[in-house]
């Protein structure tokens, strides 16, 4: 019973290149969420997506960032033109059904460092 | 913005009990009690929540008070492993997001 997969775990960038997180829920969950860790900082939320669909994305930065969940495969948290700023842990949740009662499991993030 | 507040860092000795308070006097009557951990540079991991009632499971109990204003996350037996950063978050129903307030850090020594 796998729980969430991240990958990369670890992912270095130089300023200006692009970077692609990848997210699998767990096994019958078909709710994403992600959230960002900058050093030394909690956790904020950045999206949530069901599958093929952008549900709330009020924690996104305007510029660069996007995310998706398509039909098939893992959701992508994707950032364009990389700045050192977006150096930081990238978490990704599901949850099987987005209902607010529902538990968002997390997985191991992946480390982003942009030199 | 989190709506609970919580000591910024608590110490307990490894084998005791660990009781780590939550003030959320905002609180509405629909909004639940979560707890999560995270331990260091690890996603966070769930532990248990709740909306009126007392809650237990293997990992740890919740005791929430009954004007719903402040719980209290017991650990019954800490160990080394429990040594984590403690987030008591309260969400409401058909809200979605987590919101992280800045936890306890739980320090377990021998």
């Known amino acids: 019973n796998a729980g969430v997969m991240q990958n990369p775990r670890h992912l270095v960038r130089r300023r200006g290149q692009e970077a692609r997180l990848r997210c699998s829920p767990m096994?019958?969950?078909?709710?994403v969420y992600w959230y960002r860790q900058l050093p030394e900082e909690g956790l904020k939320f950045m999206v949530y997506l069901q599958k093929e669909n952008i549900i709330d994305e009020s924690g996104m930065p305007k510029e660069r960032f996007s995310a998706e969940f398509p039909k098939e495969g893992p959701s992508i948290l994707r950032i364009q033109q990389v700045v050192r700023g977006d150096s930081a842990a990238y978490f990704c949740a599901s949850s099987p059904r987005g209902e607010s009662t529902d538990t968002q499991y997390f997985g191991p993030g992946t480390r982003l460092t942009v030199l | 913005d989190a709506k609970t507040t919580q000591p910024t860092s608590m110490d307990c000795a490894e084998g005791r009990a660990a009781n780590l308070p939550c003030n959320h006097s905002?609180?509405?009557?629909?909004?639940?009690v979560y707890w999560y951990r995270q331990i260091h540079s690890q996603g966070p991991q769930y532990i248990i929540h709740?909306?009126?009632n007392n809650e237990t499971n293997e990992m740890a109990s919740l005791i929430i008070t009954e004007d719903r204003k402040s719980s209290t996350l017991i650990l019954p037996h800490a160990t080394l492993r429990d040594t984590a950063v403690y987030y008591c978050i309260v969400r409401a129903l058909g809200f979605q997001k987590l919101v992280f307030g800045t936890g306890t850090r739980l320090l377990v020594s021998p």
């Open positions: 709740g909306l009126k």
């Open positions: 905002t609180i509405s009557g629909n909004e639940y």
């Open positions: 096994k019958g969950h078909s709710h």
